[in-house]
């Protein structure tokens, strides 16, 4: 059997009843083949796939905390440190009820080869719980987040482990999460990204993952001679990174004409409000059932429905394997041209390739949301050089990763013979560079 084929069985069988993780691990693997077969004794010897893929560490605790009516509430909490080879492990906290092991395992791995295509020295991490921030009161999510806090703090720091947001864990939640990293360890650094501008933050990380989304679409568009302005785009989610897409990709002279969240999806024909989405989901918290009092001529629909919509190009930046392969179908019979992921994995692997197959320029999220990441890295920059860069300045230094990130993703893909397969790219472009710290740092 080949080395690639002996590691994903055992992968499959030492970590089971982890299917998102398997699914993480095979993308990567099957991706990585062309540079593993070249050499497969030499790899084999050093157990380098068996290294990579697992965990140097994985942190699992309890999370006691106190609700509202005085009953205690206990949620678990992960960190799972990846791969420091290239860096101090880097990845966000999700907090959603259905976090687990193999979710937070899936992400952290992701995270490795995300991180080494951002160009920038980070490692791959990443944690969370499945504690769902959902219609907590403010009170409730800083007690959960000072008890998440008082265990994660032993295993973190500015040069360990730099944790950030995700799904659930926005500016409200790193606050109070860095509050009480302070407090217990009596240090201000930089421990945490995505941090308040007031207190180490940096300007544009906000819009960082969205913007940077659009700017990879639109560095993969020009090098097909053609550009966003005049398309039609469907954005799937609600979030921090579904609203700064929508506002660049309008920006570059697209329209957006949906968004969804965990309920239900809005069409609208004139082009999403930004304003409007911003206040309901941001400022009230709310459900997307109250876009229509904002913008009367829009629909709202129950359930999923976005990827039935006709457009040029597709944004799912919801969360992992919510676009499958009937929802491929339709994108194409659509006449979609491009998808590229700002979630993490939303396309599932039967979908990536029906739309590889049928000649849908497709990026995976590993390339194509790294930006958000790659702030955070400028972030850390800038609290090490205790300095605060301008909005423009970071905003063009995440552009210019973004274009480079294409353009080495585009180069792997066609030195081994894949060209205009970006998944192929994507993983070999990440990998080598991680491939080759371990090589330098000796068996670790
Ligand atoms: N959660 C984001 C991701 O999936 C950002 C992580 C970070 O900024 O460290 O890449």
């Excluded at 976005?306 to 040029?312: E, G, L, Y």
Aim: aromatic share 10%; proline share 3%; charged share 25%.
């Amino acid at each position: 059997m080949s080395y690639v084929d002996e590691v994903l069985e055992s992968v499959i069988a030492k970590n089971p009843a982890e299917p998102e993780f398997h699914q993480a691990v095979r993308e990567v693997l099957e991706s990585i083949r062309p540079v593993i077969e070249k050499n497969e004794d030499a790899f084999r010897k050093d157990a380098l796939l068996e290294r990579i893929t697992n965990p140097e560490r994985q942190i699992k605790f309890r999370v006691p905390w106190v609700d509202d009516k005085g009953n205690v509430q206990v949620n678990t909490g992960y960190r799972v440190q990846f791969n420091s080879a290239i860096g101090p492990y880097k990845g966000g906290l999700r907090l959603h009820p259905s976090v687990n092991l193999g979710i937070i395992k899936f992400l952290g791995f992701e995270q490795i080869f995300k991180n080494s295509l951002t160009g920038l020295p980070i490692g791959g991490g990443k944690g969370g719980s499945d504690f769902d921030p959902k219609g907590k009161s403010d009170r409730e999510v800083m007690a959960f987040c000072q008890s998440f806090m008082t265990e994660l703090c032993k295993y973190i720091g500015a040069d360990t482990d730099v944790p950030a947001g995700d799904i659930g864990t926005g500016a409200r939640e790193i606050g109070y999460m860095f509050g009480q990293y302070k407090r217990l360890r009596g240090v201000f650094e930089g421990v945490l990204t995505g941090k308040g501008l007031s207190y180490g933050g940096s300007l544009a990380r906000t819009e960082a993952t969205g913007y940077g989304l659009l700017y990879i679409t639109e560095e993969l568009l020009k090098s097909k001679g053609d550009s966003l302005n005049g398309k039609t785009v469907v954005v799937s989610g609600a979030g921090n990174v579904a609203i700064y897409a929508i506002q660049k990709a309008q920006q570059l002279g697209a329209k957006v004409v949906t968004c969804s969240d965990s309920t239900g999806w809005v069409y609208d024909p004139d082009g999403i409000d930004v304003a409007a989405l911003k206040e309901i989901k941001e400022v009230k918290r709310a459900r997307l059932t109250e876009y229509k009092s904002y913008r009367p001529n829009s629909e709202y629909h129950e359930g999923k429905g976005v990827w039935t919509v006709k457009a040029d190009i597709a944004l799912p930046c919801a969360t992992q394997n919510e676009l499958g392969i009937d929802d491929a179908k339709a994108l194409v019979a659509n006449g979609v041209k491009a998808v590229c992921e700002g979630a993490n994995m939303p396309t599932t692997e039967e979908a990536t390739k029906f739309f590889q197959d049928n000649g849908v320029f497709f990026i995976p999220g590993k390339a194509a949301n790294a930006g958000g990441v790659a702030t955070s890295a400028l972030e850390m920059s800038q609290n090490s050089e205790r300095l605060s860069w301008t909005f423009d300045e970071v905003d063009a230094k995440l552009k210019g990763i973004m274009v480079n990130l294409f353009h080495n993703i585009d180069d792997a893909a066609k030195r081994y013979g894949f060209e205009g397969n970006y998944v192929v790219g994507a993983n070999i472009a990440g990998f080598e560079k991680v491939l080759d710290a371990m090589n330098a740092q000796g068996i670790v």
